[in-house]
């Protein structure tokens, strides 16, 4: 089996798939199964000091379904825990006594600097083995001054990063920073300016999942209401791996991966563009802790195959690839091949290339699809919406430079 461990801002994890903040993590009962399962590490549950008030609204979970599959994805209008720290103080300690090689962290959100370093002195002594602060919440507490409205100034992330880091005596301090800023990487400089040890990225992206066309209420309906929620699951993937993109080319910080991670395909291609540590929620809540041993196995056996021996050797492998739009090469031609023998005759390549391309697929009198080469730019919209793997592929135009 290959070294699945891997080192997040100097703290040794078993393996590189952690429990984010969220609903999964806010008791030592719910951590200690996942442990149990196998998952590397676990976040407690954003908690706050004592004369916080949470009160949650019910239901706070609706869902984004697409053509018949379940849980696209996930909107959240559920707040940090209700939980404070005197109680999180009590779930470190014990999960540190019972599972001293697998990684506690806890996540934390304040009002004022007093309160976020008097967290970070609880968390400490505890024994917590870093710290994670919610900049980057986009419902529920940016109206206090809280949550996404810090980290959507680059002046207030340092200033507030710099609190927790002057109150950490031992343990790194994370700042898990907000998609909802024009540039990220201005987050990101300002968690490095501050002297904090890395950054997550990404968080949930402020949201208005559906309206219910009977009753006009968009969801969830809370007592004939609704308001905007936290959207996550796997439709913001994208997102969150070109923020993590960016931010690893931008800055030297260490870079913990969260926004639609699902699969081990996924936090492979999140340590390729520079993360070393990667967190689940919505998956998890979706398919329970057990999903941990597919996570586990499928990157195992990949990195088998790739001849690595480490899941270091991904970390960043991808980033010399991307570069600016404008150092494309524009001497690149391809032209779409179909495999006959393999399509179905589903019509879609034709109906894409027709009516979203440059018509260059026609249907011959057995209803199979034929490319005009000369025609075809090699957009790569047909092979996008084929069902068939490998049907249709982009190869090299004959002729071009």
């Known amino acids: 089996m290959a070294d699945l461990s891997i080192e997040f801002c100097g703290v040794r994890f078993p ?4 429990l984010a903040a969220a609903p999964p993590t806010d008791s030592a009962e719910m951590v200690a199964r996942a442990f149990e399962a196998g998952w590397g590490g676990a976040i407690l549950k954003t908690t706050s000091v004592e004369t916080e008030v949470v009160e949650l609204a019910y239901p706070m979970m609706a869902g984004l379904d697409y053509e018949e599959k379940k849980l696209m994805g996930l909107e959240n209008i559920d707040l940090i825990s209700e939980r404070h720290i005197g109680e999180v103080e009590k779930d470190v300690r014990a999960l540190k006594k019972e599972y001293p090689d697998r990684v506690v962290g806890a996540s934390i959100m304040g009002a004022k600097k007093e309160d976020w370093q008097e967290l970070v002195r609880r968390l400490e002594a505890a024994g917590v083995d870093f710290i994670e602060c919610s900049f980057s919440c986009p419902h529920g507490m940016p109206e206090r001054g809280m949550g996404s409205t810090i980290g959507q100034d680059p002046e207030l992330t340092e200033r507030t990063a710099r609190w927790v880091k002057e109150a950490a005596k031992r343990v790194p301090v994370v700042i898990k920073l907000t998609p909802q800023i024009a540039d990220i990487t201005a987050a990101a400089r300002a968690v490095k ?8 990225a990404i968080n949930t992206l402020k949201s208005l ?16 209401y609704s308001t905007f929620g936290g959207y996550s699951g796997p439709a913001i993937k994208p997102v969150a791996l070109r923020c993590v993109a960016e931010i690893a080319k931008a800055v ?3 870079i913990a991966a969260v926004g639609g991670i699902s699969t081990w395909r996924d936090a492979a291609e999140f340590l390729l563009v520079g993360a070393t540590n990667v967190q689940l929620c919505t998956a998890v809540m979706h398919h329970g802790f057990r999903i941990i041993e597919d996570l586990i196995d499928g990157l195992d056996v990949y990195l088998e195959e790739k001849g690595m021996r480490s899941v270091k050797e991904l970390v960043g492998r991808s980033l010399p690839y991307i570069v600016e739009h404008s150092h494309l090469s524009r001497r690149h031609k391809v032209v779409a091949a179909i495999n006959r023998e393999t399509c179905v005759k589903d019509d879609l390549c034709y109906i894409a290339c027709r009516d979203g391309g440059h018509q260059a697929i026609e249907l011959d009198s057995n209803r199979l699809p034929k490319v005009d ?3 075809c730019k090699g957009c790569g919209m047909c092979a996008t919406v084929c069902p068939v793997y490998d049907c249709i592929q982009l190869r090299p135009k004959v002729g071009a430079v």
């Open 15 to 18: 393996n590189p798939f952690t």
């Open 193 to 200: 300016r501050s002297g904090a040890d890395g950054v997550c």
């Open 209 to 224: 999942i559906g309206v219910d066309l009977d009753t006009f209420v968009p969801y969830p309906n809370v007592g004939g």
């Open 252 to 254: 030297d910080i260490p």
């Open 373 to 375: 080469e000369d025609k």
